[in-house]
């Protein structure tokens, strides 16, 4: 595994990160396809299903170091987990946003603007550090 040079990417979880990528959910492809596909959301790359340590997360913008991940009935049953994952992530440097399946289903415009308003803050504090 490659440390922050690659954005902590992890080559031995390559295979089941592009199993993953074969089997997403609908809310996944429909976040995909619909807002972070071919730089739709602000001119922004975002990749699927990335290997990050011993994580893999649904979606990621490396130039933001921003994680967005879709959260289906089984993230009740591991909060704890979640959690504990989220602050190893958070450790790295990445902001982490989470999005229940049904949000992406029924409210795809306030996940927009949830995007947006967080992307303009990233931004800010990316030029903020750079003076």
């Known amino acids: 595994m ?3 040079r690659n ?3 992890n080559e031995d979880l390559k295979d089941y990160a592009r199993k993953l990528k074969n089997d997403a959910t609908l809310p996944e ?3 995909w396809q619909r807002l972070l596909k071919g730089k739709q959301l602000r001119g922004y790359q ?4 990335r290997p990050i340590t ?14 967005i991940e ?13 959690k504990e994952r989220d602050n190893v992530l958070r450790n790295l440097g990445y902001t982490v946003l989470h999005f229940k ?20 803050e990233i931004e800010r504090d990316i030029s903020l550090n750079k003076i």
């Open 54 to 67: 011993n994580y893999i997360v649904d979606f990621f913008c490396k130039d933001l170091k921003l994680i």
């Open 46 to 49: 975002f990749l699927r299903q």
């Open 7 to 9: 954005n902590f990417y």
């Open 101 to 120: 399946n049904e949000e992406v289903l029924n409210e795809l415009p306030n996940i927009f603007r949830t995007l947006d308003n967080i992307i303009t």
């Open 70 to 82: 879709v959260d289906g009935e089984y993230h009740k049953f591991q909060k704890k987990k979640d």
């Open 2 to 4: 490659q440390k922050s």
């Open 29 to 31: 492809v429909i976040l």
